[in-house]
């Protein structure tokens, strides 16, 4: 069974660039959340995407935006990225329910 | 305003002994908690969970106890091993796991031999 795989692994930008990072989720897993975690902190849920509409979202700005895919892989794109915006980027996958999300190794983002 | 707090940053036990992690909330709401180790350079990892119609629940060497009335849950690792060292964090939830999972900043721990 394939877990949850997120890439790249790391990527670096520059302030106003954009961004797109990928997840495919584990097999079977209809759900996906994105979380990001910055330094020191524990991750923060930015949205969640289940069977390819948006499930609810945290207290992230509009240039985070995201989209779900028939086969449940999932993209978190980052428009006008700010220095802010770096941190370790995190998807999860789940069954659903009760069922607890298993995450992927992440993207570290990195903006100068 | 922090949800989930875990006030230890670390903690250090001595192979064998008993690790106990704490976590307190303060959303009388979430109804479902999760324990997540995290090593370097990986994602988390699920470890065990409870939910709040239960007080306790234990899964090989880690037990997990929940007082609803002090908003208080605790992990407890019996024995510990130097693989356990990594950092642990606690998180809730309302209806499940699969749904928006609110964080602690989790606690180092470190496990020696």
């Known amino acids: 069974e394939t877990g949850v795989t997120q890439s790249p692994t790391h990527l670096i930008k520059t302030r106003g660039q954009q961004v797109t990072l990928r997840c495919s989720s584990q097999s079977g897993h209809n759900t996906v959340s994105w979380y990001q975690q910055a330094l020191g902190q524990g991750p923060q849920f930015i949205f969640q995407y289940y069977r390819e509409e948006e499930n609810g979202r945290g207290n992230f700005p509009p240039r985070f935006s995201g989209l779900q895919f028939p086969n449940y892989s999932s993209e978190l794109n980052v428009n006008a990225l700010e220095l802010d915006d770096s941190a370790l980027y995190l998807c999860?996958?789940?069954?659903?329910?009760?069922?607890?999300?298993?995450f992927g190794d992440g993207t570290r983002l990195s903006i100068l | 305003d922090q949800q989930v707090k875990q006030n230890s940053p670390s903690l250090s036990v001595q192979e064998g002994r008993i690790s106990i992690l704490n976590c307190d909330y303060t959303n009388s709401m979430f109804d479902y908690f999760l324990w997540y180790k995290k090593y370097p350079a990986e994602g988390p990892t699920f470890l065990i969970s409870?939910?709040?119609?239960?007080d306790k629940n234990e899964d090989g060497r880690f037990t997990v106890f929940l007082n609803k009335s002090a908003k208080h849950l605790s992990l407890h690792i019996v024995p510990s091993q130097p693989g356990d060292s990594a950092v642990y964090f606690c998180a809730a939830t309302i209806k499940g796991g699969s749904e928006k999972l609110v964080f602690g900043k989790g606690t180092k721990l470190t496990v020696n031999p």
């Open positions: 409870i939910s709040s119609i239960k």
């Open positions: 999860a996958s789940s069954l659903g329910g009760a069922q607890p999300q298993h």
